[in-house]
Each structure stands twice: as structure tokens, then as C-alpha cells.
């Protein structure tokens, strides 16, 4: 009775240490965010025209004075985000243990314990410690990307106060400074400009647009998405270009990257599938053990008349033969297997239920810009007054040509065409060479694409350069919206060559260049050509020339402004990577739909979708959109629609939720700091490891070390491997689980001496699990593992065809070891020798059936289905020396209670266990049989 009590002690803690830690693991998070109407942040500053900011802020041109600043520092705090309140490690760690297979396993270590046996019982400890130390290390994704979001705060920024220049870190801004903005700075709090030259920002972390966006002073629409607020610099972006002024109108945690700070802070992350359902599986494994123990408990007791100390002892060996003690150690290696593989292919996993997750995927939300596409911009068409020309390639990689009507041309052959990509190379201020055999930019993407357009043609740069020397030029500002150069041959002869805004230069433009010399501008031919263009997605840009007299060396804007000769508009995009779109094409086929969602413009987003195969190039939902449905219809949406432009991050954590509620797994594969929420949200945040900043990386399960969307199709077909895996393994460990329990509870209905004793129970499942079950984690993909769709996420793991199947086999494994054990008894065999028989039986039943858990349908009977899996052959060996050990040493022996057995009984043995390899197999082939004819 002692021994009871104790056991009900342990579990009484046990439970009362599941609460406290349920409950401080659910414990309030601390918002340490101020509240929004604290800040000017929450008004349009982006549609105001500049003499209404000021006057709201209280601020002039001369800046703020020092007495002024310190007042507002108090008001709003200081420019930083703030620290959310994390748990302390003891208790991070201590939260690990709150899990019911958890506390099935701490039971049977205790019950391990009280049987006298600790090695076992630190065997068992030891799991549990392992998987509360890789869960304390994983811990934490959601303070790892706040911290990395805190990092990409500007550390030191030029303001004007008291109409002097000073620099101070970024931390003392307050809303009403004057910032001052120039290429290469981080712009420091959200800004609502002031003035600006050539001013060109880039926003990609924040909008996911790939390129730098010009800036302007003028307001624009209350209602426009975050990439059109063209008067506005957001905190954490960077100006690549140009000069700029700008108002400061919101620090810290008001501004843009705070309040993606703040959504991911608040954002719950979603429990595995496979989490779930273990939960589900443990809480009903727990009762059900608890349930048969306790009944035969009773009718041993009342119905057979056996002592209570008797029957406590046959309970306990019932609870241990039942309790599958090996299984979370089997999910947390096969797991780890599953990490290892995905690693070698280019994926890294950062939580490792994540792999399994992959299995399930339903959905991909795949960001645009650097994931579907090269992020780097191309020119793929090329107009002149007679022609329209496809040019080939990729990049910035100058490997490529021409065509006009399928067939190749050369530009020689062209002079048009060779007119226009020899100004395209000269009015550049970017430059292009290789490093490491790769083609990398300096400078602007635009002027990169055409320079590739130049070489692409033939022509130096270096040459064309030395040839048409540059004298003078006219740089970019957004308000003329061109540039423009000035050259002279050796000759003397002077040309201005100028790029810009096709709508702006064809207002400059009276000409255009034909084979018969320059002729009249006809712009309703331009027209068409540039609405054709921009139908499929191409940013446009015109190139055009005039005459300068030679003896002139300076370039004025009068210069340019009028009386252009047009040479022709080239089309550019930022073109889908190749092998994506065969990746896309493999998800598809494997039931896995791919959406696009993206800042990018509807247009652009819909000609990348119809190039990657994603969408029906017609059906785009915008950020505006978005804003003006409720949930409910968002849900309706997305089944609908697969593209997603000009996409903020609430929108997209939106999306993620919308498709979560139609019951869909979705993994999120983004590399921008406006993508991390959505990540966070997703069943499977996937970052990219090249482009992707570390708010992504930190916020997502999986990392892609090489950028590229195929290693995610990789990944999937892993993650079913994966799943897989782990459901033969319970088609292996819970069969013999519940054979080895059956065989119990058939001695205590017979009234009959137990057939196995727990501690000889606690060996046999110490040493499959070791050997058997674990060789199963290595199993190679089956060949339909990509053909078949995604498995319900609802489905139970345990389906009623998995529980006939481990009854099944229980029932085979009970008969053949407690009827070989009753043999024994009957053959006037000791009692420990008729326990060995059964142990060895019991042992050998697992042997023959591993191999059929290598295939949950298929046969096995080829030389890949009994041979393939050269682990299991090795398990093989390992488990019979164990048996040898376990029958014949004295010291096993005397552990034990076992006694040695001859030769002729080991054949007998083996010739029993055999059976349950015929008998499943004849089961696997039924099975199918019925099957097929239920689809024919």
C-alpha cells in the first residue's frame, strides 16, 4: 500500500506542477507600448500639405530648441522601440516539461524508480531532459526578431535645431525635428519630406518593392498603401540617392517598423499539426492506459481473488507494457534526421516540429521580390520607331540577344537598335563587372539593366566611354524626371543623350529616329507601344538624343528641354528566377497551391504571376481592396484569388489568417522586415538566408541558405518523408506496445501467472526502441511521396485503418507469446524459462515485423523492401546479440530472472514470430485489393 501511495503522490505533483506551469507559461505579456493617441503618428501625414504639418507639430524650418525637445522627449519617449517584457530562463526552461506524453514518460521513470531499476529509469529521464533542452534553445523567435527590428534603428542622424547642424544619435529624435537625408544614410523615424533632389529611397524591407522609389514633396491620396506615399521616409530604410529634408512625425514604436514591432509581439504563433494531434493522441493513450490498469485492477481483485499487493504489481506492469515510453524520443530524432537531410539541401530548420509541418503544407505564400524573382532588373524589350524587339537573358548576366518576329537579329544590322543601346550605356552613371564569375552592380538596378542592354549589343562600355567622352551633364531630380549627359567624339562632335519618364519625353521629344533619318514624332505610335509593354508587367523608359554645337562643353536645361529626337522605349522587369518556376510547377502537381502576395504594383505582380504559372493573369486583389472587406469576405477571397499586390504587412497577416481559417497549413516565404509577422503567424515561416533580413530570419521556422524557392519544394517533399516516417514508427511501437499489454491482461482474465515480468517488459521496449524503432526514422522518400495530395490536417494520426492494423497486430504478437509461454508451462518448464521463451518470442515478433513497417502498403517482399534499409539490418544484428546477452549471461540472468534456452526452442521461436510477417502482408494485399475496387 506504501507503493500506491507513493505512485498517487507523484502523479498529484505532477498535475499540480502541469497547472503552475500552464499557468505561468499563459502568464501576461507586459505592453510596454505607449498608446497610440499619445502620438501624431495615427494622422495621414502623407496627404497634408506641408504648412498643415508644421502647424499641427508646432515646428518651423529652423528646427526645434533644445528646451522644446526636452519637454517633447518626455512626452513621447525616445526614439527606440521598446523591450517586451521576456521570461526568465528557469521558467522558459520549466515550461518545457508541460506536455502529457511528457508526463506519461516522468510516471514511468518514477514507476522505473520504485521497481529498483534507475538505470532504466535515467535512460528515460535523460529523454525528457533532451527535449526540454532543444525546446529552452528554440525558445524565444518572437524577442530574437523584436531584437533584430531594434538593430536596423539608425544609430546617429544630421538634425537641425535652433537652426544649427548637429549630429546625435537617433535615439534623441522627437516629433517636430528637421532631419537631414543623404545617399548612404538609414533614415532615422518616419519623416514627411520637405525637400528633396533627386531624392530615391529604398523601401524594399518594408514594401517588398525592388526598387529604390523616388521621392516628392507634394501630398498624395489619404487612402494611397504604404509604397505610394511618395512625401514620406520611413524608419529603417535607406536613401540610395539625392539629398532630402524631412519633418520628423513619429519615433519609436508610432513609426511604420514599430508598429510591425508591435503586430509581431502580439501575434500568436500556431501549435503543429503534429503537435496537436500527439496532444490529442497522449491525453487519450493517458486515459486509456489508466482506464484497463485500474479495471484490471478490480477484477483481478474482486473477480479472481488475487491480493491487492499482487494485483498493484500486474497493474503496474500493464501501465508500463502500455506506455510507449520510446515514442517521444522517436518523433525528436526522427525529426533531427529529417533537420540533417533538409540542411544538406540547402534548408535550414529552426524548430524542429517545423519539419514535419512541411509535410502538410496546403498553401505557399510566396513574396515576390528576391524570392519568386532575381531582384535583379532586366530589360526584356526593346521599341524603336519601326520595330519592337524581345531581347533574351537574365540579370545583370550579359549573356543574352535579340529577336524581332522569332528571329535573331544583331544591332549592327540594326542602326536604329545600335543608335539607342549606345545611349543607353552612355547617359549611366552605374557600372557592371564580375566577381567570383558573378556580374555584380554598382549603382542603380535601372541603369544596371542598361548597361546588360548595352554589352548585350556588343558594345565596352569602357570604350564607348573613351569614345564619346562625357563633358557635362544634368542629374536626375523627380520633379524634371530625367537625366541627361553630354558627350564629344574625337572629332569634336557633340550629342546630348537623355533618359526619362516615357510621358515626360515624349513632351520633349518634336522627332524620332527612323532609317531615313529623323522624322516627325508620332506619339499615338508610341502610345500603343508603351501601353503593350506595360501590359505585361515592364517598367518603361524612353531614350532619346539632340545635336549640341560642338563647341559647347556645359549642358543647361533649356539645353534638353525641347526639340528631342526619340530613339526608342525599353521594357524592364524583374524576371522570375528559372528554376522557381519549376518549383512552382512541382508544388502544384503535389496538391500545393502557390499564392504571390506583394507591395509590388497589380500589373506588374499579374504578368510575374502568369510567367511563374501562378493565377489566372486576370484575378489580382490589391492593398486597397483588402482594406475595404471584412474576414469574412477576405476568406472568400483568397480561395478565389492567388495574387496579392501592393500588400502591407497587415495585409499580409491578414491573408495568412484568412487562409488559416479555411483550414489550410500555410507556409510564408518572405525576406523583408515587413514580412516578419506574417511569418511569425504562418504554420511555416521560411526566411531567405542571402537577401532576407534578420527580423525574417528570427521570426521563421525555416531559413533557405541559397535564396532560392525550389529548396522549398525540397523541403516539402522532406517534411512528408518526415511524417511519414514518424507514422511507422507508431505502427511499429504501438503494436507491440499493445501486444506486450494484451498478454498481461489475457493472464490476469486466465488467471494465469504473468507471462512477462514489468522489468522484463521495460527491457524489451529499452531495446526495440533503441534498435527497431529508430532504424524506421531513416527511411528513404517513397516514389509517389510528391504525387499525392497534402494530407489532412485534420486527420487523426491514428485513422481507423492504422487502429485495425495495430490491433491486428497486437492480437497476432499475444497469441503467439502467451501461447508459447502456456506451451512452456505445460512442457513442465520453470517458470522463468517459459518467461525467457515468451520475452525472446516477443522480441523475434518485432524483428519480422519492422519490415513490415517499412512500407505502410506496399509490399515488401523485393530486394529493396528487405534489404533497402541497411540500418535496419544493423538493428538487426544488435537486437539478437542484446537477446543472446539478455537469455545467456549470468549476470542478465540474475536481473531478469531468465534461464538459458536450446537450440531447437529457438527454432520453434522463430518460426512463430515469422507468421506476422506472412500474415500483414496478406493484410497489406487485402487492403489494397479492396482499395483499388472502391476507385474502379
Not at 149 to 172: C, F, H
Not at 246 to 256: D, K, M, P, S
Request: proline share 4%.
Amino acid at each position: 500500500m506504501d507503493s500506491v501511495l507513493l505512485v498517487m503522490a507523484v502523479l498529484g505533483v505532477l498535475a499540480i506542477a502541469g497547472f503552475s506551469l500552464r499557468t505561468l507559461g499563459k502568464g501576461k505579456r507586459l505592453n510596454t507600448a505607449r498608446d497610440p493617441a499619445d502620438s501624431p503618428a495615427e494622422q495621414p501625414w502623407h496627404a497634408y500639405e506641408l504648412t498643415e504639418v508644421f502647424a499641427a507639430l508646432e515646428a518651423d524650418d529652423n528646427g526645434l530648441s533644445n528646451s522644446e525637445v526636452k519637454r517633447r522627449l518626455d512626452q513621447y519617449g525616445p526614439n527606440s522601440l521598446p523591450e517586451p517584457r521576456q521570461r526568465r530562463p528557469v521558467l522558459r526552461f520549466l515550461v518545457q516539461f508541460h506536455n502529457l506524453l511528457i508526463y506519461v514518460l516522468l510516471v514511468a521513470a518514477m514507476v522505473t524508480m520504485l521497481l529498483g531499476h534507475w538505470l532504466d529509469a535515467g535512460v528515460i529521464l535523460g529523454v525528457v531532459i533532451i527535449n526540454a533542452v532543444i525546446g529552452f534553445v528554440q525558445e524565444g523567435k518572437a524577442e530574437d526578431a523584436l531584437r533584430a527590428i531594434r538593430q536596423m534603428l539608425s544609430p546617429y542622424t544630421i538634425v537641425l535645431r535652433d537652426n544649427q547642424r548637429l549630429k546625435m544619435p537617433a535615439g534623441e529624435l522627437v516629433p517636430g525635428d528637421i532631419v537631414l537625408l543623404q545617399s548612404g544614410d538609414k533614415v532615422p523615424a518616419d519623416l514627411r519630406l520637405v525637400t528633396v533632389k533627386s531624392l530615391q529611397i529604398q523601401e524594399a524591407a518594408l514594401t517588398g518593392e525592388s526598387l529604390a522609389v523616388e521621392k516628392q514633396v507634394a501630398p498624395t491620396d489619404a487612402d494611397a498603401s504604404l509604397g505610394d506615399r511618395y512625401s514620406m521616409a520611413y524608419s529603417g530604410t535607406l536613401v540610395t540617392y539625392g539629398q532630402g529634408r524631412g519633418l520628423v512625425v513619429a519615433t519609436g514604436a508610432a513609426t511604420e517598423l514599430g508598429r510591425i514591432s508591435s503586430m509581431l509581439s502580439t501575434v500568436e504563433s500556431l501549435t503543429t499539426p503534429l503537435l496537436r494531434q500527439m496532444g490529442q493522441f497522449a491525453r487519450w493513450l493517458t486515459g486509456a492506459i489508466i482506464a484497463v490498469a485500474a479495471g484490471s485492477f478490480l477484477f483481478g481483485v474482486y473477480a479472481r481473488g488475487y491480493s491487492m499487493p499482487d494485483m498493484f504489481l500486474a497493474a503496474v506492469g500493464l501501465m508500463v507494457a502500455a506506455i510507449p515510453e520510446g515514442l517521444p524520443a522517436i518523433m525528436t530524432i526522427t525529426l533531427a534526421i529529417g533537420v540533417q537531410r533538409m540542411a544538406r539541401r540547402r534548408a535550414i530548420i529552426r524548430r524542429l516540429p517545423a519539419v514535419e509541418t512541411l509535410g502538410s503544407v496546403t498553401v505557399i505564400c510566396s513574396d515576390k521580390t528576391g524570392t519568386l524573382t532575381r531582384n535583379e532588373m532586366t530589360v526584356q524589350a526593346v521599341a524603336t520607331a519601326r520595330s519592337l524587339f524581345a531581347v533574351s537573358g537574365v540579370g545583370y548576366d550579359p549573356h543574352g540577344g535579340f529577336n524581332s518576329d522569332h528571329d535573331d537579329i544583331t544591332p549592327d544590322d540594326r542602326p536604329l537598335l545600335a543608335e539607342l543601346t549606345r545611349a543607353a550605356v552612355l547617359c549611366n552613371d552605374s557600372a557592371l563587372h564580375q566577381r567570383d564569375g558573378e556580374w555584380v552592380l554598382q549603382g542603380d538596378p535601372t541603369e544596371g539593366a542598361l548597361l546588360t542592354l548595352g554589352i548585350k549589343a556588343g558594345l565596352d562600355p569602357l570604350f564607348e566611354n573613351e569614345a564619346w567622352r562625357r563633358t557635362d551633364s544634368i542629374p536626375f531630380e523627380s520633379q524634371h524626371r530625367f537625366m541627361a549627359t553630354l558627350h564629344h567624339d574625337h572629332a569634336g562632335h557633340a550629342f546630348a543623350y537623355v533618359k526619362g519618364a516615357p510621358e515626360r519625353l515624349l513632351e520633349m521629344c518634336s522627332r524620332q529616329l527612323t532609317h531615313s533619318g529623323a522624322t516627325p514624332l508620332v506619339k499615338d505610335y508610341w502610345n500603343e507601344r508603351m501601353k503593350f509593354m506595360a501590359q505585361h508587367g515592364q517598367r518603361l523608359l524612353a531614350i532619346a538624343r539632340k545635336p549640341i554645337p560642338d563647341s559647347q562643353t556645359d549642358l543647361q536645361f533649356a539645353d534638353v528641354e525641347k526639340d528631342l529626337t526619340l530613339l526608342g522605349v525599353v521594357g524592364m522587369i524583374d524576371p522570375p528566377r528559372e528554376d522557381a518556376i519549376e518549383a512552382v510547377k512541382l508544388c502544384q502537381s503535389a496538391g500545393i497551391q502557390v499564392k504571390m502576395i506583394t507591395g509590388d504594383h497589380a500589373i506588374t505582380a499579374l504578368a510575374i504571376g502568369a510567367q511563374m504559372g501562378i493565377g489566372d493573369a486576370v484575378s489580382v486583389l490589391t492593398g486597397q481592396d483588402i482594406e475595404h472587406i471584412d474576414d469574412e469576405q477576405l476568406r472568400a477571397e483568397v480561395t478565389r484569388v492567388d495574387i496579392f499586390a501592393r500588400s502591407s504587412p497587415e495585409h499580409k497577416l491578414r491573408l495568412v489568417k484568412a487562409l488559416q481559417a479555411n483550414g489550410h497549413v500555410v507556409a510564408m516565404t518572405g525576406d523583408g522586415v515587413n514580412d516578419a509577422p506574417a511569418l511569425k503567424r504562418a504554420d511555416v515561416g521560411t526566411a531567405m538566408g542571402h537577401s532576407g533580413t534578420e527580423a525574417a530570419k528570427e521570426a521563421a521556422e525555416m531559413v533557405l541558405a541559397d535564396d532560392n524557392f525550389s529548396s522549398i519544394a525540397r523541403a516539402v517533399e522532406e517534411g512528408r518523408t518526415v511524417y511519414d516516417n514518424l507514422r511507422k514508427a507508431l505502427l511499429f511501437i504501438l503494436p507491440t506496445n499493445g501486444g506486450e499489454a494484451l498478454v498481461i491482461i489475457a493472464a490476469i482474465a486466465l488467471g494465469r501467472t504473468l507471462p512477462i515480468t514489468p522489468v522484463q517488459i521495460l527491457w524489451v521496449n529499452m531495446v526495440t526502441t533503441v534498435t527497431l524503432a529508430l532504424t524506421l526514422a531513416f527511411e528513404p522518400s517513397e516514389p509517389d511521396v510528391m504525387r499525392r495530395p497534402p494530407r489532412d490536417p485534420r486527420e487523426p494520426i491514428l485513422t481507423g485503418f492504422y487502429i485495425w492494423r495495430i490491433v491486428f497486430v497486437s492480437l497476432v504478437l499475444v497469441t503467439g507469446t502467451f501461447g508459447l509461454f502456456i506451451w512452456q508451462l505445460n512442457q513442465g518448464s520453470s517458470i522463468e524459462l517459459a518467461r525467457t521463451v515468451a520475452v525472446n518470442t516477443l522480441v523475434m515478433f518485432e524483428i519480422f515485423y519492422v519490415f513490415n513497417s517499412r512500407y505502410i502498403n506496399a509490399p515488401i517482399f523485393s530486394w529493396n523492401g528487405l534489404f533497402g534499409n541497411r540500418h535496419i539490418l544493423i538493428a538487426v544484428a544488435l537486437l539478437v546479440v542484446f537477446q543472446l546477452a539478455f537469455t545467456y549471461l549470468g549476470v542478465m540472468q540474475l536481473l531478469f530472472g531468465t534461464a538459458a534456452i536450446s537450440a531447437s526452442t529457438w527454432g520453434i521461436i522463430v518460426l512463430v514470430a515469422s507468421s506476422v510477417l506472412f500474415l500483414v502482408e496478406l493484410e497489406k494485399a487485402v487492403a489494397r485489393l479492396i482499395s483499388k475496387s472502391r476507385h474502379s
